[in-house]
């Protein structure tokens, strides 16, 4: 809100409080060697600036009440207040003093209420209220604001409009000032982040190349161990192949060049050496090929020793060697084939 500031004589001051009340007059009579010196008129930026404020008969006193009690639990700070009454004009008639006013024409009723800061300036201290001036009060008090609005010279209007347009100014600039910082914060952010996806891209990438690397040098590890397991099986053949190969001369060497009696020849020579006819309880069978390649033939009788049951045993009458090369006969008997 733009406001007007103007010198307010002591003598106008005197006037109003003294037709007001008593206690108002004491106030300000009070209060006047601070008066002379920051005595000043506020009005609304638009609208008439000379009029004063229309104001139902209570409810300047209402809001009274209102302050009061907010000043009573410490909460009336210059904000409060001026939250309070907006709107209303206003005298300033020291550092920390303030006349708030509002008339009801229709009524003729002219409130009027001093309000008092702390040393601080903050918080509101006390305010006094007086209602029901006068109709010459009121009309001293109008013609009074007009004649020092009318004394203000172009000078001291310019002089308030570029405190006004420097604090404007300050704002825009404090408000530019913010959104550069935010602007470079948001940007930093913006890198760090990045920097970070950078910084996580890489470490990924690493961590891949790591895990390829050690994929690979396990597959190396694992070929050269099936490698190691495929030669040592080679050895391991060939090492067979080569004894199987000598047991296989061995066995060529021991073997007669050449055999000219077959298991049955030989059966049968055994059966004709031992006079064991075809039809003799007693049998003669093949059983093995002994260490030198000789036919073994078991000769023996098979005894039932039970009738009912069919069990029984053999009984072994002898072991016969018979050479494959030439026939010759050999009674192992004593060997226990």
């Given at each position: 809100?733009?406001?007007?500031?103007?010198?307010?004589?002591?003598?106008?001051?005197?006037?109003?409080?003294?037709?007001?009340?008593d206690?108002?007059?004491?106030?300000?009579?009070?209060?006047?060697?601070?008066?002379?010196?920051?005595?000043?008129?506020?009005?609304?930026?638009?609208?008439?600036?000379?009029?004063?404020?229309?104001?139902?008969?209570?409810?300047?006193?209402?809001?009274?009440?209102?302050?009061?009690?907010?000043?009573?639990?410490?909460?009336?700070?210059?904000?409060?207040?001026?939250?309070?009454?907006?709107?209303?004009?206003?005298?300033?008639?020291?550092?920390?003093?303030?006349?708030?006013?509002?008339?009801?024409?229709?009524?003729?009723?002219?409130?009027?209420?001093?309000?008092?800061?702390?040393?601080?300036?903050?918080?509101?201290?006390?305010?006094?209220f007086?209602?029901?001036?006068?109709?010459?009060?009121?009309?001293?008090?109008?013609?009074?604001?007009?004649?020092?609005?009318?004394?203000?010279?172009?000078?001291?209007?310019?002089?308030?409009?570029?405190?006004?347009?420097?604090?404007?100014?300050?704002?825009?600039?404090d408000?530019q000032?913010?959104?550069?910082?935010?602007?470079?914060?948001?940007?930093?952010?913006?890198?760090?982040?990045?920097?970070?996806?950078?910084?996580?891209?890489?470490?990924?990438?690493?961590?891949?190349?790591?895990?390829?690397?050690?994929?690979?040098?396990?597959?190396?590890?694992?070929?050269?161990?099936?490698?190691?397991?495929?030669?040592?099986?080679d050895?391991?053949?060939?090492?067979?192949?080569?004894?199987?190969?000598?047991?296989?001369e061995?066995?060529?060497?021991?073997?007669?060049?050449?055999?000219?009696?077959?298991?049955?020849?030989?059966i049968?020579?055994?059966?004709?050496?031992?006079?064991?006819?075809?039809?003799?309880?007693?049998?003669?069978?093949?059983?093995?090929?002994?260490?030198?390649?000789?036919?073994?033939?078991?000769?023996?009788?098979?005894?039932?020793?039970?009738?009912?049951?069919?069990?029984?045993?053999?009984?072994?009458?002898?072991?016969?060697?018979?050479?494959?090369?030439?026939?010759?006969?050999?009674?192992?008997?004593?060997?226990?084939?």
């Open positions: 809100m733009k406001m007007l500031k103007v010198a307010f004589g002591i003598p106008l001051l005197a006037v109003l409080l003294a037709g007001c009340s206690e108002s007059s004491e106030t300000v009579s009070q209060k006047e060697e601070s008066t002379e010196k920051s005595t000043a008129v506020h009005t609304k930026e638009n609208g008439n600036k000379t009029a004063v404020k229309e104001s139902s008969p209570n409810t300047l006193q209402t809001k009274a009440s209102t302050i009061k009690k907010a000043v009573n639990s410490k909460e009336a700070d210059r904000d409060y207040l001026l939250n309070v009454m907006n709107g209303y004009q206003y005298i300033q008639v020291g550092d920390n003093q303030y006349i708030y006013y509002g008339i009801n024409q229709e009524q003729n009723v002219f409130c009027m209420m001093e309000v008092n800061f702390d040393a601080s300036g903050d918080y509101v201290e006390n305010i006094n007086v209602d029901n001036a006068s109709e010459e009060q009121i009309a001293l008090l109008q013609n009074q604001i007009q004649e020092q609005q009318k004394q203000l010279s172009d000078l001291e209007q310019q002089q308030m409009e570029k405190e006004l347009d420097d604090y404007y100014a300050q704002l825009e600039d408000r000032k913010e959104e550069e910082a935010q602007a470079k914060a948001d940007a930093e952010a913006e890198a760090q982040a990045e920097a970070d996806r950078k910084a996580e891209e890489e470490r990924l990438a690493e961590e891949e190349k790591k895990q390829q690397e050690e994929e690979e040098a396990q597959a190396k590890a694992d070929e050269e161990e099936a490698d190691a397991e495929a030669s040592l099986e050895e391991v053949q060939t090492e067979l192949e080569s004894e199987q190969e000598e047991d296989t061995a066995l060529e060497e021991e073997e007669p060049a050449e055999q000219t009696v077959s298991q049955e020849q030989a049968q020579l055994v059966r004709d050496q031992q006079g064991i006819a075809e039809d003799s309880p007693l049998l003669v069978e093949y059983d093995h090929l002994d260490d030198s390649g000789n036919y073994i033939i078991h000769v023996y009788e098979s005894v039932v020793d039970n009738e009912e049951t069919g069990e029984g045993h053999t009984a072994t009458q002898g072991w016969y060697q018979v050479s494959p090369s030439d026939g010759s006969i050999t009674d192992v008997t004593l060997d226990g084939y």
